[in-house]
């Protein structure tokens, strides 16, 4: 309970000093009643005084206590009173208010309250600016500088402030990143003139900024929050940046993004917002962010990504599924090259390019592929040795999206061959499938390097940590290409099924409806496992909950049929055509692998009611795989003109 009286003093008749009744238990209701007395000129420094002893005696009810605290902040304010003793007590209330608030339950009410905190305090230190005062205080939770600066000094220099290591915040002229734990450096065009006159300036630094309550969906705060403001300026739209230098508080943080508080955001309750700023790079561990406004900044990271899902025992399934996989997709894809090798050089010169394409592509993809599941099975941990888990995450980058790239060269050369009438001869075919299977790879790995030059360097495993250099050296690279291989799959189905209908197909290759819809099956199967469209389920899970059902689904149906794909491969493009078997009975002894060679002999079929004749079905000539006969087909509409598709 507060108390004061009125009484007759010799100045005149005016009221005494509040007396509190400061037990703990009564301080929510000790600020309930301050919050209602009116600060006037004469008591405002005992109203000051009250606030910060009874935040510093606050130990429970929380809530109520940032609540109210806050009104009573904003009546001392709102007397717009210059004096030092008010202005100490204000920060050292919004100190206490600090420590309070960090283990206050988040609601909009409590929410409001803490911005309306941050503001009350901002109000405080522009009052001090504007009677042309100094003043600088430091306290655990929170430190301040008003300052008096010279115009033109600041006009050719910029205005650098600084908290350095074991030290207190302050104007520097320069800083060192390598010392500097949170800093602003302002630009030079922050004033508009070169004129010698003081300018006030106003710093803040909040330590422990419980105040700056979010509910942004995944990312936390994960630094310091400065602030700066310059008075009677408004700075907007600068075309140099202000340049923040931020170490995280916290570890294990990832996909840094660089944020000011917005106080018009949720109904003027004030939320973190990105506009306007800018994150560059991470160096010696601090975030580097450009922004070009003055306000409050920070900086957010994810703290539920990896590192969450690491502890999650459902997580440990796919780890287990994904080295499994891997190493028996090594062992799919070596195979795989030696069956096309193999089948290659079988193939009649006069016919190279038809016939080689196909298997010059997939032989790629298979290295490629085989050198992504080695680097990731056994260098995707390797995070204890800095500079070799840079080079695996070098390594992995490359090796995606170089598979990627040559999934997307072979759905080129499905376009040409199956959806073109003709095959299509491709000048230099050769250069400019290696310039792009193999060398648009350094191109993205050039566009991350000059996103963020740290952005191989990751603590919690070889790969390109979280931020614009994954999302645009990367995932974007990656979804390009899946929807064009998306597209022409789209393509390419609707033409094998046109196909599947015509009249001519039905004379050369009569099948029932369930066969001819198993066909189509297997071969949709197949195009979508080479031309990389699992991929999907990657997609799939990039903005959902760290922790959903949903979340979980997709990464482990990503897992298997990814990890997997090598696997797939072999078993759709060398045994199912039957090339796995002819490689066999080339290096047996004559008669001892089969006593025939005939396609018939080596073929392995999934399909126990498929008919053998001489002829290519369906599914295999989608599947680009050379078979020793020949299928001629006529062309609609084209004068029946026949076409060799024996490798179609």
């Given at each position: 309970?507060?108390?004061?009286?009125?009484?007759?003093?010799?100045?005149?008749?005016?009221?005494?000093?509040?007396?509190?009744?400061?037990?703990?238990?009564?301080?929510?209701?000790?600020?309930?009643?301050?919050?209602?007395?009116?600060?006037?000129?004469?008591?405002?420094?005992?109203?000051?005084?009250?606030?910060?002893?009874?935040?510093?005696?606050?130990?429970?009810?929380?809530?109520?206590?940032?609540?109210?605290?806050?009104?009573?902040?904003e009546?001392?304010?709102?007397?717009?009173?210059?004096?030092?003793?008010?202005?100490?007590?204000?920060?050292?209330?919004?100190?206490?208010?600090?420590?309070?608030?960090?283990?206050?339950?988040?609601?909009?009410?409590?929410?409001?309250?803490?911005?309306?905190?941050?503001?009350?305090?901002?109000?405080?230190?522009?009052?001090?600016?504007?009677?042309?005062?100094?003043?600088?205080?430091?306290?655990?939770?929170?430190?301040?500088t008003v300052?008096?600066?010279?115009k033109?000094e600041?006009?050719?220099?910029?205005?650098?402030?600084a908290l350095?290591?074991?030290?207190?915040?302050?104007?520097?002229?320069?800083?060192?990143?390598?010392e500097?734990d949170?800093?602003?450096?302002?630009?030079?065009?922050?004033?508009?003139d070169?004129?010698?006159?003081?300018?006030?300036?106003?710093?803040?630094i909040?330590?422990?900024?419980t105040?700056?309550?979010?509910?942004?969906?995944r990312?936390?705060?994960?630094?310091?929050?400065?602030?700066?403001?310059?008075?009677?300026?408004?700075?907007?739209?600068?075309?140099?940046?202000?340049?923040?230098?931020?170490?995280?508080t916290?570890?294990?943080?990832?996909?840094a993004?660089?944020?000011?508080?917005?106080?018009?955001?949720?109904?003027?309750?004030?939320?973190?917002?990105?506009?306007?700023?800018?994150?560059?790079?991470?160096?010696?561990?601090?975030?580097?962010?450009?922004?070009?406004?003055?306000?409050n900044?920070?900086?957010?990271?994810?703290?539920?990504?990896?590192?969450?899902?690491?502890?999650?025992?459902?997580?440990?399934?796919?780890?287990?599924?994904?080295?499994?996989?891997?190493?028996?997709?090594?062992?799919?894809?070596?195979?795989?090259?030696?069956?096309?090798l193999?089948?290659?050089?079988?193939?009649?010169?006069?016919?190279?390019?038809?016939?080689i394409?196909?298997?010059?592509?997939?032989?790629?993809?298979?290295?490629?592929?085989?050198?992504?599941?080695?680097?990731?099975?056994?260098?995707?941990?390797?995070?204890?040795?800095?500079?070799?888990?840079?080079?695996?995450?070098?390594?992995?980058?490359?090796?995606?999206?170089?598979?990627?790239?040559?999934?997307?060269?072979?759905?080129?050369?499905?376009?040409?061959?199956?959806v073109?009438?003709?095959?299509?001869?491709?000048?230099?075919?050769?250069?400019?499938?290696?310039?792009?299977?193999?060398?648009?790879?350094?191109v993205?790995?050039?566009?991350?390097?000059?996103?963020?030059?740290?952005?191989?360097?990751?603590?919690?495993?070889?790969?390109?940590?979280?931020?614009?250099?994954?999302?645009?050296?990367?995932?974007?690279?990656?979804?390009?290409?899946?929807?064009?291989?998306?597209?022409?799959?789209?393509?390419?189905?609707?033409?094998?099924?046109?196909?599947?209908?015509?009249?001519?197909?039905?004379?050369?290759?009569?099948?029932?409806?369930?066969?001819?819809a198993?066909d189509?099956?297997?071969?949709?199967?197949?195009?979508?496992?080479?031309?990389?469209?699992?991929?999907?389920?990657?997609?799939?899970?990039?903005?959902?909950?760290?922790?959903?059902n949903?979340?979980?689904?997709?990464?482990?149906?990503?897992?298997?049929?990814?990890?997997?794909?090598?696997?797939?491969?072999?078993l759709?493009?060398?045994?199912r055509?039957?090339?796995?078997?002819?490689?066999?009975c080339?290096?047996?002894?004559?008669?001892?692998?089969?006593?025939?060679?005939?396609?018939?002999?080596?073929?392995?079929?999934?399909?126990?009611?498929?008919?053998?004749?001489?002829?290519?079905?369906?599914?295999?000539?989608?599947?680009?795989?050379?078979?020793?006969?020949?299928?001629?087909?006529?062309?609609?509409?084209?004068?029946?003109?026949?076409?060799?598709?024996?490798?179609?």
């Amino acid at each position: 309970m507060a108390n004061r009286s009125c009484a007759n003093y010799t100045d005149g008749i005016r009221w005494g000093e509040l007396v509190f009744n400061c037990g703990i238990e009564n301080t929510t209701e000790n600020l309930m009643h301050l919050s209602q007395v009116e600060v006037t000129d004469d008591n405002i420094e005992t109203v000051a005084n009250a606030l910060e002893t009874l935040t510093s005696n606050a130990s429970s009810d929380g809530e109520n206590v940032v609540v109210q605290s806050s009104q009573v902040l904003e009546n001392i304010v709102s007397m717009n009173s210059s004096s030092k003793s008010v202005t100490i007590a204000v920060v050292n209330s919004v100190n206490n208010i600090l420590e309070i608030a960090d283990e206050v339950v988040d609601t909009e009410e409590t929410r409001r309250a803490s911005s309306n905190t941050i503001i009350s305090l901002e109000h405080q230190l522009e009052t001090v600016a504007s009677a042309n005062l100094d003043i600088t205080l430091s306290r655990k939770n929170v430190a301040v500088t008003v300052a008096r600066v010279d115009k033109k000094e600041v006009a050719y220099n910029g205005l650098v402030y600084a908290l350095k290591t074991s030290d207190q915040p302050s104007l520097v002229s320069s800083v060192d990143i390598h010392e500097v734990d949170t800093s602003l450096e302002l630009p030079s065009e922050v004033v508009d003139d070169k004129s010698g006159v003081k300018i006030s300036v106003v710093f803040t630094i909040y330590q422990q900024p419980t105040l700056f309550k979010s509910n942004h969906e995944r990312k936390e705060l994960a630094t310091r929050v400065i602030s700066a403001k310059i008075l009677h300026e408004e700075i907007q739209d600068l075309e140099n940046p202000v340049i923040g230098i931020f170490e995280p508080t916290r570890v294990n943080g990832s996909d840094a993004e660089c944020v000011f508080w917005d106080f018009d955001l949720e109904d003027g309750i004030g939320n973190w917002s990105s506009e306007g700023c800018n994150y560059q790079k991470i160096v010696d561990g601090r975030v580097i962010c450009h922004c070009n406004h003055l306000t409050n900044f920070a900086v957010l990271m994810d703290f539920h990504g990896q590192h969450e899902l690491n502890e999650d025992p459902r997580y440990k399934l796919i780890d287990i599924i994904s080295l499994v996989g891997c190493c028996v997709s090594i062992v799919a894809l070596l195979l795989t090259i030696i069956v096309q090798l193999n089948a290659k050089r079988k193939i009649p010169h006069s016919r190279e390019q038809h016939l080689i394409r196909p298997k010059l592509v997939l032989i790629n993809l298979s290295v490629s592929l085989c050198f992504l599941y080695v680097v990731f099975a056994f260098g995707i941990e390797l995070t204890n040795a800095p500079n070799i888990c840079i080079l695996i995450a070098v390594l992995m980058h490359y090796f995606t999206i170089s598979s990627m790239s040559w999934m997307t060269v072979q759905a080129v050369n499905i376009y040409l061959s199956l959806v073109k009438v003709f095959p299509t001869y491709i000048s230099k075919f050769k250069l400019k499938a290696y310039a792009f299977g193999w060398g648009f790879p350094v191109v993205a790995i050039v566009l991350s390097l000059s996103l963020d030059t740290d952005s191989y360097y990751n603590e919690n495993y070889c790969f390109i940590k979280p931020g614009p250099a994954l999302y645009y050296g990367n995932i974007s690279v990656i979804a390009v290409l899946f929807w064009i291989n998306a597209i022409i799959f789209a393509i390419v189905l609707y033409r094998i099924v046109l196909r599947s209908r015509s009249p001519i197909q039905k004379i050369t290759e009569p099948k029932s409806r369930v066969q001819v819809a198993k066909d189509q099956l297997s071969t949709a199967v197949g195009l979508s496992i080479l031309l990389g469209l699992t991929w999907v389920f990657g997609f799939g899970d990039i903005h959902k909950a760290p922790n959903s059902n949903l979340k979980f689904t997709m990464q482990l149906l990503f897992c298997i049929f990814n990890t997997l794909q090598g696997v797939f491969i072999f078993l759709f493009y060398a045994v199912r055509t039957g090339d796995f078997k002819k490689c066999i009975c080339s290096f047996c002894p004559a008669g001892a692998c089969c006593t025939t060679p005939t396609r018939d002999c080596f073929h392995v079929s999934f399909s126990s009611d498929r008919k053998k004749s001489g002829g290519s079905t369906l599914v295999e000539q989608t599947m680009f795989m050379v078979n020793t006969d020949s299928f001629t087909w006529k062309a609609p509409g084209k004068d029946n003109r026949l076409w060799d598709s024996s490798v179609y």
